[in-house]
């Protein structure tokens, strides 16, 4: 088994959360936050496909799927993703 942090020892867990996209030109653009909530804020205002990293898990995907009205995202994209059992 590993070693526990020091960080996490002493109670004191400073996550940094790194927001990941590529721009229009397809660079790889990252920003770096203290916080899952700014983190999660800007990647929703991005409103394109992203990654967050941090802590001891992995967010993907494009955030603010939450609006769907009639089938369509707010931004008028139609939201076809369907939950498939076997």
């Given at each position: 088994m590993g070693s526990i942090p020091a960080s996490?020892?002493?109670n004191k867990v400073n996550?940094?959360?790194n927001v990941i996209w590529k721009d229009t030109d397809?660079?790889?653009c990252d920003k770096q936050f203290s916080d899952l909530t700014p983190a999660m804020a800007w990647a929703r205002e991005l409103g394109v496909f992203v990654?967050?990293?941090g802590g001891e898990f992995d967010?993907?995907?494009v955030l603010g799927a939450?609006?769907?009205v009639d089938g369509q995202l707010?931004?008028?994209t139609d939201y076809?993703?369907?939950?498939?059992?076997?």
């Open positions: 996490r020892a002493n996550f940094m959360y397809n660079r790889v990654t967050i990293t967010i993907v995907g939450d609006g769907v707010p931004n008028g076809t993703w369907k939950k498939r059992r076997p």
